[in-house]
Nanobody, 126 residues
Framework: QVHLVESGGGSVQAEGSLRLSCVASGLPYNRDCMAWFRQPPGKEREGLASIYTLTGYTDYADSVKDRFTISHDKSQNTLYLQMNSLKPDDTAMYYC???????????????????WGQGTQVTVTS
């Protein structure tokens, strides 16, 4: 059974940085599509970044490219999202998600993910 636990959210001023973590369990094969999403209040869930853990191949949404970096530590079974140059528009609940043992086809289609963490809140103040 897959279990994901996010941490690292908080309140930060604009142009600041945060690093989110997502500790995963129940993924023994290390060939999974893992991704970060966010959902501001009253808005749709948005895919931000994905990584295929077997190869390390990454993909980014245009809204966060060059500011956010996704990475995965196989030894710690942990997914990270380094967020730099944060803006008030980045305020949202952030979630990690996984598609076990599949590649990252259409990585930002949230309907393709069955396993989600509980979320961690990020608030960026101006």
């Amino acid at each position: 059974q897959v279990h994901l636990v996010e941490s690292g959210g908080g309140s930060v001023q604009a142009e600041g940085s945060l690093r989110l973590s997502c500790v995963a369990s129940g993924l023994p094969y290390n060939r999974d599509c893992m991704a970060w999403f966010r959902q501001p209040p009253g808005k749709e869930r948005e895919g931000l970044a994905s990584i295929y853990t077997l190869t390390g191949y990454t993909d980014y949404a245009d809204s966060v490219k060059d500011r956010f970096t996704i990475s995965h530590d196989k030894s710690q079974n942990t997914l990270y999202l380094q967020m730099n140059s944060l803006k008030p528009d980045d305020t949202a609940m952030y979630y990690c998600a996984v598609r076990p043992q599949v590649s990252c086809y259409q990585p930002f289609d949230h309907y393709r993910y069955n396993d989600w963490g509980q979320g961690t809140q990020v608030t960026v103040t101006s």
